[in-house]
């Protein structure tokens, strides 16, 4: 048995893959996750960047999104945690799926980097008469990287197997792309 | 004209990436607004310390920007397969919800900001925001599986 094959024969989550609704509440709260907080991680960027909030100082908009954005950051880790190990075999293969990881981790590098530099550093930015170019570069880094990894998230659900790049559009719509993703392992009449 | 479009002819039907990029815009959008609706509806709730109203301010534009990004992916993300959407249940429920989100969220969420309330008031009202908006997103997911 595959590596992958063991995690996803593990009760609970054995379980929670062949659940009708379960699966899909999940990636519900996964998205509405999305929705809530990551429009805060826009903002937080978008001020570094200059365009919004700017009323506020830099400091105001860090600390007061802050902890909220790391509750919904743990929410959205725990979420996909289970749609991706509940679906092991079907994710191990999927490069999409590994694309996103990397980029994940990728995020952890921009936190090493930029958190002494900018994040822990707000009180000097906004001493300065025009934002510093780590700021700046600081929000357009974060803005790329989780545009990049929403984007790979989503086609996740497009990558057919290995050999196919992606489907034929003509034959599928979103649809079917989600109901293939999340089906398998199911019984076989759905 | 409605009664004779065929979806195989539109482009997004005839490339791989059209379709999922264009989700990836929609998502993309709508975590704009309602990220920023949310901004305020947590402050609502008794959470932060800036004032709503202020919030609201300088959030609302980008509010604007993300339903204007959404408004204008999800009707090409229904041209795509129309009459599926328009038979599915979980497609109509999220119409309606979205619906009683934007006149909600430019009514009663809007002048309760402005004219500011009690923090009973308040906390109904954020409540029930992030309630409306969560639901639009679970009517969208739930179109692949109703």
Redesign the interface.
């Known amino acids: 048995m595959s590596i992958a094959e063991s995690i996803q024969s593990i009760g609970f989550l054995t379980a929670f893959r062949e659940s009708a609704m379960v699966y899909p509440i999940v990636m519900t709260t996964h998205l509405s996750c999305i929705a809530v907080f990551g429009g805060m991680i826009l903002m937080t960027d978008l001020r570094l960047l200059g365009v919004a909030m700017t009323d506020r100082t830099v400091t105001d908009v860090v600390n007061q999104f802050r902890w909220w954005k790391r509750v919904g950051f743990c929410i959205m880790v725990t979420m996909g945690s289970l749609l991706a190990s509940s679906e092991a075999v079907k994710y191990s293969p999927n490069p999409y799926f590994w694309a996103k990881m990397s980029l994940l981790s990728l995020v952890a590098v921009h936190a090493a980097i930029f958190r002494p530099l900018v994040y822990n550093n707000t009180a000097a930015i906004d001493k300065e008469r025009t934002l510093p170019a780590r700021a700046r570069l600081a929000g357009a880094l974060s803005i790329m990287l989780w545009l990049s990894i929403l984007t790979m998230g989503r086609m996740i659900g497009y990558w057919d197997g290995p050999g196919s790049p992606s489907k034929p559009a003509a034959q599928n719509s979103h649809t079917a792309a989600v109901v293939q993703l999340a089906t398998v392992g199911r019984a076989p009449s759905r | 004209m409605f009664l004779v479009y065929d979806p195989?002819t539109n482009p997004?039907?005839?490339?791989?990436?059209?379709?999922?990029?264009l989700?990836?815009i929609h998502?993309?959008g709508?975590?704009?607004?309602?990220?920023?609706?949310?901004?305020v509806d947590?402050r609502l709730l008794g959470?932060?310390?800036?004032k709503p109203v202020q919030l609201l301010k300088?959030?609302a534009p980008?509010t604007l920007v993300?339903l204007v990004i959404m408004l204008i992916s999800g009707p090409l993300?229904f041209s795509?397969?129309p009459y599926?959407y328009l038979g599915n249940y979980s497609f109509r429920f999220k119409m309606v919800a979205l619906l009683v989100a934007i006149l909600y969220n430019y009514t009663v969420h809007r002048k309760v900001v402005l004219a500011g309330a009690s923090p009973g008031v308040n906390k109904l009202v954020g409540a029930l925001s992030?309630a409306l908006?969560?639901s639009v997103?679970?009517g969208g997911?739930?179109?692949?599986?109703v």
């Open positions: 195989t997004l039907n005839n490339n791989d990436w059209a379709f999922p990029l989700e990836c998502i993309a709508f975590t704009l607004s309602i990220g920023t609706i949310a901004i947590f959470l932060g310390t800036q300088e959030t980008w993300g993300i795509s397969d599926m992030l908006w969560v997103v679970a997911l739930f179109i692949a599986f």
